[in-house]
């Protein structure tokens, strides 16, 4: 969930605005005979005008071009993020805003074609996507401000820094990788809990006053885009007028096996930290779960293991004893994608991608992969270590480009994932298969047999404190904002929404009283990027549907038969496993995912039935350990975590009831230790 596919479209650059690029260059849009009225015209605000021509060759044209701007411009994103400095961001920039032009310039003439106009429902798809390029649709004018108000926000979360607890002159701690790993390893409540504060009255507080401003006019653009609002925008890619029900349905499935994770993991931190801090029944506190925004629970894996000593794979130390480098993982991962019959990179790929740190230059290290757009270079950009996590995340970028090489011969606008999850599903479902035991053991990095109950749910509760712990959060992120685009929220309830939502779907709350003063959902670089987020949901839900179709043809998952559990399913070289990746994939975005799925696995909609089956050695372990210890699983709303006044913010929430002593102490710290701070500043000067 951490890596980029570079493919079809882009956002406008948001730099633009601060460093004074007016690129505008002249557009060879193929013209055509004068736009002429309607007879009857349709309802739709955009269109007053209808063309009249051939709308199968314009299509033809317009991909040509198409595929030469995109090649341009991601051409110059790749020069930029291999060779960070002033001249090629500046190149990055002026390409971006030849592209953000010339979607324009498409959007401003297919507008105009009626769906009365193309009974073809390919066609009708192609236009209908053309027509769909996000806020580049607004006027210069708006398109400036709102360029202008993601850029300010975003400038304000990627400067915000804080100091150390207790150590105010220790300062300039930022997100990465100073907060992160505080918030990754510190055992501290109290440092936790200031830096989860700190945090977020550095980013989400400065940042809500643009972000109010900056929904108005994505509603705006989304309405040129022929939506009623931003929310419907986003949800359209997904095919499925009830899409919103379709995501609580699936979170519904998973519940269940989310709930015994969370009253197991609630007792183990309670052993820890204490019962004054951690109620038996109430949700967990949000700072003590490793992780900024509580995404992942990975990182207190150490404290809530079920069995220790009783480690799972990991096989880095053996990989660097083999004397393994980033070359010999890529071909690692090129040869799994030959076994399952599909096509070894192309030379090209080899000689383009960057796939090690340079030492003569700064480049963006994040794991991204690249299509070219013009059907023949792919590469790779990630400064891979040898390590088994990036073995694994190798494979996971392989699959983005053997999806860019199968569904390659489409028109442009088709070349993209069938709905904007399918990339990351594809990519870790490859990833569920690398990671077992029995591949390990074929490539020679695990010497025997593992074959140990203890180790069976060590590996599976490590990967539910990622995976399963990700979903309400994710659901979470976008919840929350189709209520505000579509107005259900008004400004003055974004932060308590934010809560009564982390409350419902997670089971989490604030460490402190939060009030609207706060802005928390802006703490999170999703928010004032205002990137869309349910595709993650989508993704993690689907790569388990990909993992368990695959299985069952490779014949590796009977859910009869206790030898053969999904969980240690390896689909290398399953010539059927490949084909039915490869029918998938051809596909790209040129029919609605549901039909794309039902072709290749025979099933339509999405489904938590898969994932339940992967972890049902680890539901069936959490459920009779609860039973066990006799936890309550679920939990209990036991107060507010969100005011309207500011007057009882700051007050710690712990065990369901709030500390006021906190509140006095705080009181005593800003009325005596501030003013003596800034005396001794001022003494400097």
């Keep these: 969930m951490c890596d980029q596919v570079i493919a079809r479209k882009f956002p406008v650059v948001l730099l633009i605005v601060v460093l004074g690029v007016t690129a505008n260059p002249q557009l060879d849009i193929p013209q055509f005979s004068d736009p002429i009225p309607p007879q009857n015209p349709p309802n739709d605000q955009r269109t007053n005008n209808q063309f009249r021509g051939d709308i199968r060759h314009l299509l033809q044209q317009l991909d040509v071009q198409g595929s030469e701007q995109c090649t341009n411009n991601v051409a110059a994103q790749w020069n930029y993020e291999t060779n960070i400095n002033q001249l090629t961001q500046l190149g990055a920039l002026n390409a971006q805003q030849q592209y953000s032009d010339f979607q324009h310039a498409v959007w401003d003439l297919l507008i105009k074609v009626s769906r009365e106009q193309v009974p073809n429902m390919q066609i009708w798809r192609q236009v209908r996507l053309l027509t769909m390029i996000g806020p580049a649709a607004l006027s210069p004018t708006q398109l400036d401000r709102y360029n202008r108000l993601i850029n300010d926000m975003l400038a304000i979360y990627n400067g915000a820094t804080i100091c150390a607890m207790n150590e105010p002159f220790r300062c300039a701690l930022r997100l990465q990788p100073d907060l ?35 929904v108005a006019l994505s ?22 007028p009830t899409f919103q029900l379709d995501i609580e349905d699936t979170w519904d499935q998973i519940k269940p096996l989310y709930d015994l994770l969370h009253a197991y993991v609630r007792r183990k931190l309670r052993d820890f930290y204490g019962p004054e801090r951690i109620s038996r029944q109430a949700p967990l506190p949000a700072h003590i779960l490793g992780n900024m925004w509580a995404q992942s629970w990975s990182n207190i894996l150490d404290i809530t293991i079920p069995y220790p000593g009783k480690d799972f794979l990991d096989v880095s130390q053996e990989m660097n004893r083999q004397g393994y480098t980033p070359q010999d993982m890529f071909r690692i991962a090129e040869d799994f994608f030959v076994s399952l019959n599909m096509t070894a990179m192309p030379l090209d790929f080899w000689t383009g991608s960057l796939l090690e740190e340079p030492v003569d230059r700064a480049v963006l290290c994040q794991p991204s992969a690249w299509d070219f757009c013009n059907k023949q270079d792919f590469r790779i950009k990630m400064c891979t270590k040898v390590t088994m996590k990036d073995l694994i995340m190798a494979h996971h970028e392989m699959a983005h480009i053997h999806y860019f090489i199968q569904y390659r011969q489409q028109p442009k606008v088709f070349r993209d994932g069938a709905n904007p999850g399918f990339h990351e599903a594809i990519g870790e479902a490859i990833a569920l298969s690398v990671g077992t035991p029995k591949h390990l053991q074929y490539l020679g990095l695990v010497q025997a047999s593992v074959d140990d109950s203890s180790i069976d749910i060590n590996y599976l509760y490590s990967m539910a404190l990622d995976k399963v712990a990700f979903l309400p959060f994710a659901l979470t992120m976008d919840k929350w904002r189709w209520d505000v685009y579509a107005g259900n929220v008004n400004k003055d309830e974004y932060n308590c929404h934010w809560w009564r939502l982390r409350e419902k779907y997670s089971g989490l709350k604030p460490p402190v009283l939060r009030s609207e003063i706060d802005f928390d959902p802006g703490s999170k670089y999703h928010i004032p990027a205002n990137i869309p987020y349910i595709r993650y949901f989508v993704g993690t839900v689907l790569q388990f549907q990909l993992h368990r179709a695959m299985c069952r043809l490779a014949g590796q998952y009977d859910p009869n038969d206790l030898n053969k559990p999904l969980h240690k399913c390896d689909i290398y070289r399953s010539k059927e496993a490949g084909y039915l ?3 998938l994939m051809e596909k790209g975005s040129s029919v609605p995912w549901p039909e794309a799925l039902f072709q290749a696995t025979g099933e339509s909609r999405m489904d938590g039935s898969a994932l339940r089956e992967y972890f049902r050695p680890l539901e069936d372990w959490l459920r009779s350990e609860n039973l066990r210890t006799q ?12 005011k309207q006044s500011i007057q009882t913010a700051g007050l710690q929430v712990y065990g369901g009831f709030y500390n006021e002593g906190f509140v006095q102490k705080s009181s005593i710290y800003i009325s005596i230790f501030v003013p003596a701070l800034l005396a001794m500043i001022l003494s400097f000067f």
């Design 631 to 642: 936890e309550f699983v679920g939990w209990v709303y036991d107060g507010d975590y969100c």
């Design 219 to 240: 509603n705006e653009a989304a309405k040129l885009n022929n939506f009623t609002d931003t929310a419907e925008y986003w949800t359209f890619p997904f095919d499925s």
């Design 180 to 214: 992160v790993n505080i918030m990754a390893k510190s055992r501290n409540w109290d440092e936790l809990q200031y830096v989860w504060t700190e945090w977020r009255r550095k980013t989400g507080q400065n940042i809500k006053e643009l972000y109010e401003q900056m």
């Design 581 to 583: 990746l490869s029918r």
